[in-house]
């Protein structure tokens, strides 16, 4: 049983340069929710995706950030532009489909740094 | 939206001592409350959740207790050991809407000190 996994784990960037940052969610899992970790602070929700929607997106940063969650394939995080700022770790997450149940399993999480 | 407040942001204890981690949230509609665990450089894990139908729930040496009236949530940890070292982190969400996010608080970070 695969967990949720997450490719590169560790991405250096320099800035103006694109980021892309993948996740495979559990096998069966139909919701991806990407999530930000600054330095010694908590999770801060980004976006919540199910195959070929956009659910809700209102924790991602207006531009240069994007996701998606093809038909086939992983979720993409994508960051254009990068800029210091954007330094941090990025994690995704992953729920089977159906309420009420409710638990979010997390990847390893991507480290960006932005030179 | 949803406000998680957690406290206090760090705290040390001696093993065998008793570790309570307290959170606060502002949604009176969230109903349910996961506690991850997080160490250095690796993924958040959950240990334990509890939903807003129950008052308290209790896993070996971990119980987490929840009063809705005071919107207010707690983890409470038993004879820590080192190992339960590691950053915690509340969180709330709202399972009977379509936004299916977790609220995070800011985390505590917890030594056991052998």
């Known amino acids: 049983n695969a967990g949720v996994m997450q490719n590169p784990r560790h991405l250096v960037r320099r800035r103006g340069q694109e980021a892309r940052l993948r996740c495979s969610p559990v096998k069966g899992h139909s919701h991806v929710y990407w999530y930000r970790q600054l330095p010694e602070e908590g999770l801060k929700f980004m976006v919540y995706?199910?195959?070929?929607?956009?659910?809700?997106e209102s924790g991602m940063p207006k531009e240069r950030f994007s996701a998606e969650f093809p038909k086939e394939g992983p979720s993409i995080l994508r960051i254009q532009q990068v800029v210091r700022g954007d330094s941090a770790a990025y994690f995704c997450?992953?729920?089977?489909?159906?309420?009420?149940?409710?638990?979010?399993?997390f990847g390893p999480g991507t480290r960006l740094t932005v030179l | 939206g949803e406000n998680v407040e957690q406290h206090p942001s760090t705290l040390s204890v001696q093993e065998g001592d008793s570790a309570v981690i307290k959170c606060t949230y502002s949604d009176s509609a969230s109903n349910y409350f996961p506690w991850y665990k997080q160490e250095l450089g690796k993924r958040p894990q959950l240990i334990i959740d509890i939903r807003s139908n129950v008052g308290e729930k209790k896993d070996q040496r971990i119980a987490v207790t929840l009063n809705k009236t005071a919107k207010h949530f707690s983890l409470h940890i038993t004879e820590t050991q080192p190992e339960d070292s590691a950053v915690y982190f509340c969180?709330?969400?709202?399972?009977?809407?379509?936004?299916?996010?977790?609220?995070f608080g800011k985390g505590t970070l917890l030594t056991v000190n052998p």
């Open positions: 969180a709330a969400h709202n399972s009977g809407g379509s936004n299916y996010k977790l609220t």
């Open positions: 995706l199910q195959k070929e929607n956009i659910i809700d």
């Open positions: 997450a992953s729920s089977p489909p159906g309420l009420p149940y409710n638990e979010q399993f």
